[in-house]
């Protein structure tokens, strides 16, 4: 088929390569020349695990074109996915620029027949106003237009994208919904074979295929089809309902800090019970990213919008943001005064993933920073977008080795749990500091072994 993707972010671009790899001509399209000239070259321009084999191969195979023209990409599609970000807005509510004009600009081109998908995060009533617009701009215009939302995530969108827990397909079209599902379940076939030829992915995605991802006929279980406005709010309501998990998990870390318990035992014998389930209960400095903040924000005004009560979306918003404030207070906690040098291990927002957006353990440098800390912080891969996001100050700045973080800090606090963090020579790097502190905001390294060599700190334990 001839597919066309807007919006080369996270989700359009892993999206585009994996449908050009099961045979479909694709033409992926974005506005920034940049991003459209790196594809072209066969990779990605963000690092995401296992991507750049499949955009290699798209480009190779000339299945996969990337274009800024929207007449280029649009005019042959039998069917356009949109996926344009849809960032906050100054209001706290979702910023549907980006939507709207793609949908107008992919409407004076599209062709008779075509099936409009929606796969950006968007407030629940978006589909029937781009539905206005698309015959408001294409009176002859003959479409369908459904709603199907990504539960991706970074680091592992790749894996995300050819084994999924459910597709979900919103409209009133169920014909049109069964092409969809069809291709969906083309890419999930493909699983195997993309784990096989892409090693950085198969260890981690092999869990999942033998736990019967792929088996047959599981594929027709997990395809839900609804209305356009349940759609919509599936996807806003997954990601505030996981933001709320973690968020009541840091929450009880503050309890624990309290009365010496450890919330990792806590939300181990609460997640044991099926009813709750231990994933998104890891307490730590908050949810970031391009997606919770913005969603939970999101949901608070379009909630109040329609007149329905959002103060329980708003704690979980407002407990997020002071929890980076927290561990501030409990690395002062530990004796280190202000004008001290802090070393930071992290600055994106989760590990696995160059994107900074929202990331706490950038809001951790500049709190600390604000606080007349001085901050040494490092990543593995998300320097130079950090040098973007969270720029460097008079009292910040970003080093390139993690014995940088360490020479002559008073403390140094692991913000973002990187594997590669567990595995440092802690001993070693011990000694090249003014005094032996530590703290591990994200609990992910062993309280025993750490005892031994710092005078360390966790949060909830
Ligand atoms: C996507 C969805 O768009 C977002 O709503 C959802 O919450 C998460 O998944 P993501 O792929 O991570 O987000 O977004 P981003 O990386 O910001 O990519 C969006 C792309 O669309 C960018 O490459 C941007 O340049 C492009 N874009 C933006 C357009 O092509 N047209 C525009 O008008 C605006
Ligand atoms: C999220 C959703 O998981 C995905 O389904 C959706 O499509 C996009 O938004 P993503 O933003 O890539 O994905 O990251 P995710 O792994 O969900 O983590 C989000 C944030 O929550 C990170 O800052 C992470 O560190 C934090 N987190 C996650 C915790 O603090 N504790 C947890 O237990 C889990």
């Not at 280029?72 to 960032?87: M, R």
């Not at 980006?98 to 929606?118: H, L, P, R, S, T």
């Not at 260890?203 to 991802?213: D, K, L, R």
Request: charged share 30%; aromatic share 10%.
């Amino acid at each position: 088929m001839n597919i066309s993707v807007i919006g080369t972010g996270y989700v359009g671009l892993t999206l585009s390569a994996l449908l050009a790899k099961v045979g479909h001509k694709v033409h992926c399209i974005d506005v920034i020349e940049d991003k459209i000239k790196t594809i072209k070259e066969g990779k990605s321009y963000f690092y995401e695990l296992g991507l750049d084999n499949l955009v290699k191969y798209g480009i190779d195979s000339r299945n996969l074109t990337p274009t800024l023209n929207y007449e280029e990409g649009v005019k042959d599609a039998d069917i356009i996915f949109l996926s344009v970000g849809t960032p906050s807005g100054a209001d706290g509510g979702w910023d549907l620029t980006y939507i709207y004009d793609a949908v107008e600009n992919a409407a004076k081109f599209m062709k008779d027949g075509v099936i409009f998908v929606q796969r950006s995060t968007v407030p629940v009533g978006t589909g029937k106003r781009a539905i206005e617009i698309i015959k408001k701009t294409n009176p002859k215009a003959n479409f369908t237009y459904l709603s199907s939302p990504e539960f991706l995530r970074e680091g592992s969108a790749v894996l995300d994208s050819i084994i999924q827990d459910r597709i979900v397909m919103g409209g009133d079209n169920e014909e049109k919904k069964k092409i969809l599902f069809k291709i969906f379940e083309e890419i999930e076939k493909m699983a195997p074979q993309i784990t096989e030829e892409t090693p950085e992915i198969h260890e981690y995605a092999s869990t999942y295929i033998s736990n019967g991802g792929s088996k047959e006929g599981a594929f027709k279980d997990k395809c839900i089809s609804t209305c356009l406005e349940s759609a919509e709010l599936i996807k806003v309501c997954s990601n505030t309902f996981l933001a709320t998990k973690i968020t009541f998990a840091n929450n009880i870390a503050r309890v624990c800090d309290r009365v010496g318990a450890n919330i990792n035992e806590v939300m181990d014998g609460v997640g044991m019970d099926r009813r709750i389930g231990r994933s998104f209960l890891y307490a730590g400095l908050g949810f970031g990213g391009g997606c919770f903040p913005k969603d939970v924000k999101g949901l608070i005004k379009s909630t109040e919008d329609l007149g329905v009560d959002a103060q329980l979306f708003k704690r979980v918003y407002e407990l997020n943001e002071s929890q980076v404030d927290y561990v501030v207070d409990c690395i002062k906690q530990m004796g280190v005064l202000g004008g001290s040098q802090v070393g930071v291990l992290g600055l994106s927002f989760k590990p696995g993933t160059s994107d900074v957006r929202v990331s706490p353990a950038g809001r951790l440098c500049k709190a600390l920073s604000h606080e007349g800390f001085a901050v040494l912080a490092t990543d593995p891969r998300a320097i130079e977008e950090s040098k973007k996001d969270f720029p460097e100050d008079k009292n910040l700045k970003y080093v390139d080795t993690v014995e940088d973080v360490f020479k002559n800090s008073e403390i140094v606090v692991l913000a973002t749990e990187w594997p590669e963090y567990k595995e440092l020579d802690y001993e070693r790097l011990s000694k090249l500091m003014k005094s032996k502190n530590f703290y591990d905001a994200r609990n992910f390294l062993e309280k025993e072994k750490m005892n031994k060599i710092f005078k360390f700190d966790n949060l909830g334990a």
